[in-house]
């Protein structure tokens, strides 16, 4: 197989990360006689610096000709501090993926049991969790108009969505339930918002065509408290931009950190495929960063813009065998005893290729 792809390192641990995802590509190229060519391109505060626009036109042109996209992260600790900056590396990202028509933006919550000791939730209550989510990633408050008045004193930005908008996120959501344990769990604001009543409606009516999926609507508070209460009970959760962005960073904690969550934008064209974390300043050029939530990115990767499936699962069984063995970053060390091996984010990526050798 042949397969050309970008990857945008971005800024803070995005390259430290990235490094290690695109290596990982290599060596199952290697393996498998797949042909994979890379290119790279500048997004977030490094194409700032070098062009003035957080996503230039060239890394625009890369994306929409490549067949996949690796991205690390943007932001810095500059534009966090200055809410006046009216350029920001974070409109890069967002510009992107709108531009590539991203709107399903998949965060699995997946599992590894050695990881259990690591969360300060309860094994007990995380062992078995499987969760997918579907946070939408074109519209609501990110992308509705924003405005500030003359005297600077009252801002707006506006919850905004359209029904195909919701249509077509809900359809890939009730899709993949129907694929794994037929459960949806739909979360809102409806008793409050227009939009979120908009959004209900849609799911409401769309759920009558999937009779064989258990379809439930629940409350954005509720939901936040049922997720670490429970997260056994969902299976597929389906939320909009805004929600969907915070209850994944508190899902982060189930699989034991931010450095463990994969992500994978889809749509209309060519995927994306990003760790949920940030930049990270506080652990930026330190070797301290996780690079498994960029890895397990090039997982999502291989298996859903390329249907590698045996490939995909090579490299999860790498990182499991790596976990087995003791090996961690700090922010997955367990947190109740020494037994942890800690290791910097090179020596960790250079482990999990140890083991995807191993394996071959
Ligand atoms: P963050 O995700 O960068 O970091 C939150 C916490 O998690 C920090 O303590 C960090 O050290 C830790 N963490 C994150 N990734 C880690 C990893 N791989 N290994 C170990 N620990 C990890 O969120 P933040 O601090 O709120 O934001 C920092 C910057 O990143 C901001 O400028 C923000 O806008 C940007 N940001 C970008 C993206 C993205 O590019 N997709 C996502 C979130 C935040
Ligand atoms: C994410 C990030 C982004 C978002 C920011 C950096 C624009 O937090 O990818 O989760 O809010 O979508
Ligand atoms: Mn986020």
């Not at 197989?1 to 995005?14: N, R, S, W, Y």
């Not at 700032?48 to 996209?69: M, Q, R, S, V």
């Not at 694929?179 to 209900?200: G, Q």
């Not at 009970?233 to 034991?256: H, M, P, R, W, Y």
Request: aromatic share 6%; proline share 3%; net charge negative.
């Amino acid at each position: 197989m042949k397969k050309h792809i970008l990857v945008i390192p971005g800024d803070g641990i995005g390259p430290e990360v990235t490094t290690w995802g695109k290596a990982v590509l290599e060596q199952i190229g290697t393996e498998y006689g797949h042909k994979f060519t890379f290119d790279e391109a500048l997004m977030g505060h490094v194409a700032i610096e070098a062009t003035g626009n957080p996503l230039p036109d060239e890394t625009l042109t890369k994306a929409k000709a490549c067949d996949a996209i690796l991205f690390g992260a943007v932001g810095h600790a500059k534009y966090d501090n200055d809410p006046s900056a009216k350029v920001r590396p974070e409109q890069g990202l967002l510009k992107i993926r709108k531009e590539l028509g991203l709107y399903a933006n998949l965060r699995p919550i997946m599992l590894f049991d050695e990881l259990l000791d690591a969360s300060s939730l309860k094994p007990e209550v995380l062992r078995g969790t499987d969760i997918l989510f579907f946070r939408e990633l074109t519209g609501d408050v990110y992308f509705g108009e924003k405005k500030r008045s003359d005297d600077r004193n009252t801002a707006s930005d506006l919850m905004i969505y359209h029904r195909y908008e919701v249509e077509r996120i809900a359809t890939k959501a009730f899709e993949a339930a129907r694929s794994r344990n037929k459960r949806l769990c739909s979360v809102d604001k409806a008793n409050v918002l227009e939009a979120s009543r908009l959004w209900r409606e849609v799911v409401q009516e769309l759920a009558q065509q999937y009779p064989d999926v258990e379809t439930e609507h629940m409350f954005i508070d509720n939901a936040a408290m049922q997720l670490v209460k429970n997260p056994k009970k969902f299976d597929v959760v389906l939320t909009a931009n805004l929600f969907g962005d915070i209850l994944t960073d508190e899902a982060s904690q189930i699989a034991g950190s931010m450095g463990m969550l994969a992500s994978a934008s889809i749509g209309d064209g060519t995927g994306f495929f990003e760790p949920i974390h940030g930049s990270a300043h506080d652990i930026a050029g330190q070797n301290k960063a996780n690079p498994l939530a960029s890895i397990l990115s090039v997982a999502l990767m291989l298996e859903i813009s390329f249907g590698l499936k045996e490939e995909a699962q090579r490299i999860t069984s790498a990182i499991d065998q790596t976990l087995k063995d003791g090996y961690r970053t700090g922010d997955i060390a367990d947190i109740h005893t020494e037994k942890s091996k800690i290791l910097g984010t090179d020596a960790m990526g250079q482990k999990v290729l140890e083991y995807l050798s191993k394996s071959a």
